[in-house]
């Protein structure tokens, strides 16, 4: 080898082993620009799936999901699901509902975006169930109120009058209902008859639901009569301090001139006193008893006593019996007491005779604890003053004067409402006219909680009775005069109302049903439901008046009916 000094020469083979090395760098690196064979090629595109969750899919159905409107995807379960393409970094997506499921609505939310580095998890699609009404008919329930139906927490106040209902809120598909009773009215029981309350929803409206109300009463006690017992009540029983019913019998005893009873609410009765007649004792009481203010019981007899005119009586809860007046002492008194006794705030006892007095048409009297009596008011009828009081009880006004009705009496000897202080000076509030208005009230009025005072009549209306109202300045109205109509076979109301703590009115006639009698509520718009018609069996017959006792049921007798036909203790459920 030779070498050879040169300057410019050393300097060219200098740089092209520079450039030599550079080219043999690059190659190894791949080449410059786009060549290159073997290993030295560009790296293959990733991809990534799309895909989320799905909730609330009912089973047994299925949503068909589209990403970018297609690649679709039948979803038939919830939970998290994923399109099978995969999609390159830097491409869009869309996530869609293709084919919602049946009676349900799916919705898509965070269905779009951008694919980066990493698959897509985050779309979540909500599926809800189409909901749809659930309802149904109700029978029986009149324009009673209170009664209550529920769907779970769902509940409906169902309105007086109601025939058909719907609950509040509707019931999503494949969900289950069960409708039930969550309340009653005061005395219906209603219940969901044939099953129809329950069921799983199927995608259509839900209205075959039955709901059916009706009265439930049973008899208590079915009086006697002969010897031991009594029978034929003509007054209506009490709820006393103790808990226990108290009335009386017209007829029945040894003597059959009627008794005292005590029943118990289980229908175990008790014999107080048996009336004897003759000038010693009372009999033949047509009112029940009241309780004074010093525990013992007080009442009266049509009958009996030292004159033969009737008595007032007095008897302890152990039976012991006194008698406190004897009527027709003197001219003028009155004869034939009837209804049952007040104990106005004076502590004195006031009632009413059906005949005596001046006029012989029947007076308000007073009788104090220890037996003196006086007579407040003689009726004297004619077109200015009521007359003849039947079965006629006395009532006490929030204003402290005594409130009652005759009737007969008045312009048209139809009867009167009246007031009547207790030093003996009477207003008339009301003559009745017949019909339209009402005709010969008996029984007793009631102070409302409105402060009105309302009644019955056997008579006028559409001829077979009304329920009024009258005010304390005497502005009557005849709040339903149609029993001989719709909505039933109730005919001929007598002996008053009472308002229980629905703040209806409840009364029983002494016609319809046959003959029988019927039980009645009315609203103060005056509207009327029938509730109970008696007679089936051995089932009470004619009905005395109502209580509401202190488990908020109403109790009452009947004048016949029973066992042996002497009449009943009832209890309306």
Known sequence: ??????????????????????????????????????????PPSQKYTVGGSVAGLVSGDSVVLLDNSGDALTVSTNGSFAFSTALASDTNFTVTVGTQPTDQTCTVAQGSGIVATQSITSVAVTCVSAAYPLGGSIGGLGYASGLVLANGSDTLDVPPGTTNFTMPKQVAYGSAYDVTVAANPLALTCT??????????????????????????????????????????????????????????????????????????????????????????????????????DGNFYGSTSAGGANGDGTVFEITPDGTETILYSFGAQPGDGQAPVGSLLQASDGNFYGFTSAGGNYNLGTVFRVTPGGTEIVLHPFYGGTSDGASPDAATLIQGNDGNLYGMTSQGGPSNDGSVFMLTLGGAETILHFFTGAPDGAFPNGHLIQASDGNFYGVTPGGGDAWGTVFEVTSS?????????????????????????????????????????????????????????????????????????????????????AAGGTSGNGTVFKLK
């Open 474 to 558: 005497g502005a009557e109205t005849v709040l339903y005069g149609s029993f001989g109509g719709s909505p039933g076979p109730d005919l001929d109301p007598e002996w008053g109302l009472v308002q229980a703590t629905d703040g209806n009115f409840y009364g029983v006639t002494a016609q319809g049903a046959g003959g029988n009698g019927t039980i009645f509520e009315i609203n103060s718009a005056g509207q009327v439901t029938h509730l109970y018609s008696f007679g089936a069996g051995t089932d009470g017959v004619r009905p005395i008046g109502l209580i509401q006792a202190s488990d908020g049921e109403f109790y009452g007798v009947t």
């Open 192 to 293: 969901i008859t044939n099953g129809s309350g329950s069921g799983t929803q199927n995608g259509s409206d839900q209205n075959s639901v039955t709901v059916g109300c009706a009265a439930s009463e049973s008899v208590l006690y079915s009086f006697a009569g002969g010897s031991a017992d009594g029978a034929t009540p003509y007054g209506n029983i009490i709820q006393a301090s103790d808990g226990n019913f108290y009335g009386t019998t017209s007829t029945g005893g040894p003597s059959g001139k009627g008794a005292i009873f005590k029943i118990t609410p289980d229908g175990t009765e008790t014999i107080l006193h048996l009336f004897a007649g003759g000038t010693t004792d009372g009999y033949n009481a047509t009112g029940g008893l009241i309780e004074g203010t």
């Open 1 to 42: 080898m030779r070498l050879i000094i040169a300057s410019g020469r050393t300097k060219r083979s200098t740089c092209g082993t520079r450039v030599a090395a550079l080219l043999a760098a690059v190659a190894a690196l791949g080449g410059c620009g786009g060549g290159g064979g073997g290993s030295g090629g560009a």
